[in-house]
């Protein structure tokens, strides 16, 4: 039998009423009350309609339990879709400040060092002109891949839109982190990007912030990007 009723009742309450839709009578307080029980039901209310009940009461609760690890799954998938970036496997700018703000945290409470770099791609536009958005939709995939194959896993990478990306380096002072960024800018000259019978003629500009306690996140960021443009427009005059 289908067992119905408001998910907040009390056990007890949702036992009584089954009962009651069974035909089973209802102990009374001076009823004795046999030692041997399941689920809370004396062994002497046990008739097959009450054990039917109970076995129905049982199927719901199961259901329902099942029911709400789908909704947690679905959830769980939910959020991590939100925080992707659409083109990239990277984290979108949203989740990226989050992820930087916990960095910040950390470096507050613990006081460890932690630097973001801010990267921009020189050439870019040209890919786009040349071969068309298709191919600097694979440009710009592959640049996450080879940034988030060159990073450590608890470093944060992500797309901060168009041909900007960003990472944290956790336990870097700004030292560093201008070496890993230096050393990740040289290794795109050294092996440009290729697809198929075409180059891809991309360069790295980067922008260093340390990430200190008083700093928040977008302020952070605009110091990156600052320093990047700064380096950009230093690299153009020479």
């Known amino acids: 039998m289908k067992i119905t009723g408001a998910r907040s009742e009390p056990f007890t309450a949702i036992r009584r009423r089954a009962l009651t ?31 039917a009940a109970l076995t129905a009461l049982l199927a719901e609760l199961a259901d329902l339990r099942g029911e709400v690890g789908r909704l947690k799954a679905r959830l769980a998938e ?23 703000n916990r960095v910040r945290t950390f470096a507050q409470r613990y006081g460890s060092p932690a630097s973001l770099v801010y990267f921009d791609l020189d050439g870019f536009k040209a890919v786009n002109d040349r071969y068309g958005h298709a191919a600097g939709d694979a440009a710009l995939r592959a640049v996450a891949e ?53 180059t891809a003629p991309i360069r790295l500009s980067y ?18 990007d600052s320093a990047m443009f700064a380096a950009k427009r230093l690299r153009k005059a020479g």
Do not use: C, H, Y
């Open 21 to 51: 839709q069974a035909g089973a009578a209802l102990p009374t307080s001076a009823a004795r009350v046999d030692s041997k029980e399941f689920l809370g039901v004396p062994e002497v209310e046990m008739t097959p309609a009450v054990k």
């Open 78 to 100: 939910a959020e991590d879709l939100a925080d992707r970036d659409g083109l990239t496997p990277l984290l979108n700018r949203r989740a990226f400040l989050r992820e930087l």
């Open 146 to 198: 080879r940034l988030t194959a060159n990073v450590r896993e608890s470093d944060v990478v992500g797309r901060m839109g168009g041909d900007e990306f960003a990472v944290v380096l956790a336990q870097a002072d700004r030292q560093t982190a201008e070496a890993k960024a230096r050393s990740l800018a040289d290794a795109f000259e050294r092996e440009p990007l290729k697809f198929g019978d075409w």
């Open 207 to 224: 922008g260093v912030a340390e990430i200190t306690p008083d700093a928040a996140p977008e302020a952070l960021i605009a110091e990156a």
